[in-house]
């Protein structure tokens, strides 16, 4: 078990000099009396099992050393106070004495201040009671040591993990060298070197619009219709594309594609024509093409070498015939005025329709049970021969065809079905091909071949414009 620690201590008492008298030597004349030699080995002999602390509250008990010398004893009162504080400091044993403090008997009266006076002829000894250890000298505050202490391992504490926190910040850094052991680490104040430099504000300048790519598609049918798209950075701001001048319609937009629809043009137009792109403002976008000759030229391209590149104002694409709708503008060309009644049964007077159906057979569409014609027998299907049927049955095909009215007029091309409603009633009363499409600034304007009104290329605004009514399509696939 640990030594329990004596919460009070007594000085050596006086000498009985009664005894004295009888013969008993000094040790016996007092049981608290504690040899000199003693108290000045004590502190080596007596091991502490916890490091003591100096004990500011004590006082000697003086003495009479003319007394001390008669006796030739020296009591543990007369004991010089330097030397016995000397003596402690540097055993180190200051506050807890077990052989002298547990010898002390326990008593908790207070001493007299004023010492006893001694009989004559006897030496004078002058009680001492040393203070309890919660009693203040002299009216000293308690010792701050803990205090002081306490504070110092904060202070030390916090220094420590700042310390440590910039050194591992430190070996965190990419470039942060490794440490020896042994090796000191110098942390820098970043926050004052910091201060010194200059945050300069770098604007970023926005370069606007520009195209990486080439089209997707290089050649489509001079009939349009086709949708092309492009690639590049900040596409969400081009406002306009225009194919061979002419407007083209976008499709989809984003900051890395952009998707339009090329529009069709005439059949004598083939070829390759300029697609050029504009921002918001009119602003030409420009186009940057990768440049192939080095890669020609047999120059071999590392993986980290660049391509260059050369910056357009426009790209290429090319109109190219459609055989299937070259072979229907083709019969409508040739038999507007003819009416091939050696093929097909002619409807005097209403024969619209049945000739529009006949330009799609030449541009290959098949005969089903919702659309036919029978050449042995001449019967037909409503579709085929009623401008109101074959809207009806187009109606339910989307696989053959897309419905568009006359707001959409940009999307339509060359072999597109367009009908007629002369009265405003609903139904349809005219049915021919389109042969024709052209976009300008003012718009798109279209022309019509067929029968009944038996024409080659009559403008579908003139048509309406004497015969009122209203015009929608069938864009064909």
């Known amino acids: 078990m640990p030594e329990r620690r004596r919460s009070t201590f007594r000085a050596p008492g006086a000498i009985d000099a009664a005894l004295l008298a009888e013969g008993a030597t000094p040790e016996e004349a007092t049981s608290t009396a504690v040899d000199a030699e003693e108290l000045a080995t004590a502190p080596e002999a007596v091991e502490p099992s916890a490091p003591a602390r100096r004990r500011r509250g004590f006082r000697a ?11 030739g004893e020296t009591p543990v009162g007369a004991v010089d106070s330097d030397a016995h504080e000397a003596a402690v400091v540097e055993s180190g044993t200051a506050e ?6 547990d010898a002390a008997p326990e008593s908790s009266t207070p001493v007299d201040p004023e010492p006893e006076a001694a009989p004559a002829g006897e030496p004078a000894a002058r009680h001492h009671q040393p203070r309890h250890r919660a009693d203040h000298v002299r009216n ?14 904060c202070t030390t504490a916090i220094l420590g993990v700042s310390a440590f926190g910039a050194v591992a910040a430190a070996a965190d850094a990419p470039d942060a060298p490794s440490l020896l052991a042994g090796e000191t680490v110098t942390v820098k104040d970043t926050v004052a070197a910091g201060a010194a430099d200059e945050i300069v504000s770098t604007p970023v300048v926005d370069d606007g619009p520009t195209i990486t790519s080439g089209l997707s598609t290089a050649s489509v049918p001079f009939t349009g219709g086709t949708q092309i798209t492009v690639t590049g950075e900040d596409l969400d701001q081009v406002g306009t594309v225009s194919v ?16 339009f629809a090329v529009p069709a043009t005439t059949a004598d137009a083939l070829g390759g024509v300029e697609v050029k792109f504009a ?34 104002d426009a790209l290429t694409l090319t109109y190219t015939s459609n055989p299937a709708i070259d072979a ?71 696989d053959l065809a897309t419905p568009l009215d006359d707001s959409q007029r940009g999307l339509v091309k060359v072999g597109d079905i367009a009908q007629f409603d002369w009265d405003g009633s609903g139904d349809r009363d005219h049915t021919a091909v389109v042969t024709r499409v052209e976009h300008s600034a003012n718009g798109t304007s279209v022309w019509v071949g067929g029968h009944t009104k038996d024409a080659d290329y009559w403008n579908v605004d003139e048509a309406l414009a004497t015969g009122g009514g209203a015009v929608t399509y069938f864009s064909l696939r």
């Open 140 to 153: 000293r505050r308690p010792s701050g040591g803990a205090r002081r202490f306490a504070a110092l391992s």
């Open 61 to 71: 008990a003086p003495t009479d050393a003319g007394s001390a010398a008669d006796v």
């Open 328 to 398: 229907q503008l083709g019969y409508v060309l040739a038999h507007w005025s003819d009416y091939n009644s050696a093929e097909y049964t002619v409807l005097s007077g209403v024969d619209c329709a049945n000739f529009a159906s006949q330009s799609l057979i030449a541009r290959g569409w098949a005969m089903d049970a919702g659309w036919y014609y029978d050449r042995a027998t001449g019967a037909m299907s409503p579709s085929w021969s009623s401008s109101t049927a074959m809207r009806d049955w187009l109606s339910t095909r989307p």
């Open 244 to 259: 061979a001048g002419v407007p083209a319609t976008i499709v989809a937009a984003d900051e890395s594609a952009v998707t």
């Open 279 to 312: 921002d918001a403002s009119g602003e030409a976008v420009p186009v940057e093409e990768t440049v192939t000759s080095i890669a020609a030229a047999g120059v071999e391209l590392s993986a980290t070498t660049v391509e260059p590149t050369e910056q357009l």
């Open 96 to 101: 807890h004495r077990p052989d002298v403090a």
